[in-house]
C-alpha cells in the first residue's frame, strides 16, 4: 500500500478492492481508498482461501502442544 495524501479528520473515506487474479487457492487484489477530494492510497494484496476446519484442528492440535 503507497499512501498519497492525508485526509482532514471528519471527511469521509472510501475504500475499494478488486479482484485481479485467481490461482487455485490464492486472489489477488488491486485496492485504493479516495477522500471526498482525491485518492489517498493504492497498493495490492494476495490472500489464500483456507480451509477453516482443517485450519481450526491445525491450530488445536499446536495449543495442546502436539
Known sequence: MRHLAATPIGMRVTAHAEVTAVDGRTVSFRVW??????????????????????????????????
Open 33 to 66: 481508498a479516495e477522500d471526498e477530494a482525491e485518492r489517498i492510497g493504492e497498493g495490492t494484496h494476495v490472500r489464500v482461501v483456507v480451509n477453516v476446519s482443517r485450519f481450526d484442528a491445525r491450530m488445536e492440535k499446536k495449543a495442546a502442544g502436539a
